[in-house]
């Protein structure tokens, strides 16, 4: 049974934009907050973004600020990841999580996750 189901990754050329989407599950979707991971070849994965799944806050990287952002529509049980001015070091896997609290999402250790979405940018 898929839980988090990522979709919209791509290539794209640098200052481009694309925008990733993760279909949840009900049961998953009132684990409160979802949030977007990445990994890119050779490299430890990062976290990216996060929301409380009642819009009430989110969270970002440094390296993402300004350029990326995270959105929910609760009517499909959905979370979105907008980015814009896409770079070439953006390229990675991307994933989404979930999980009931905040603090461990952040850190990497969600109790559900997605099985991916490969975001390229490179011109």
């Known amino acids: 049974q898929v839980q988090l189901r990522e979709s919209g990754g791509g290539s794209v050329q640098p200052g481009g934009s694309l925008r990733l989407s993760c279909a949840a599950s009900?049961?998953?979707?009132?684990?409160?907050?979802m949030g977007w991971f990445r990994q890119a070849p050779g490299k430890e994965r990062e976290r990216v973004a996060a929301?409380?799944?009642?819009?009430?806050?989110?969270l970002y990287a440094d390296s993402v600020k300004g350029r990326f952002t995270i959105s929910l529509d609760n009517a499909v049980n959905t979370v979105y990841l907008q980015m814009n001015s896409l770079k070439p070091e953006d390229t990675a896997m991307y994933y989404c999580?979930?999980?009931?609290?905040?603090?461990?999402?952040?850190?990497?250790?969600?109790?559900?996750w997605g099985q991916g979405t490969q975001v390229t940018v490179s011109s």
């Open positions: 999580a979930a999980d009931s609290v905040s603090s461990r999402l952040w850190a990497g250790q969600a109790s559900y």
């Open positions: 929301i409380h799944t009642a819009g009430v806050s989110t």
């Open positions: 009900e049961y998953i979707y009132r684990r409160t907050y």
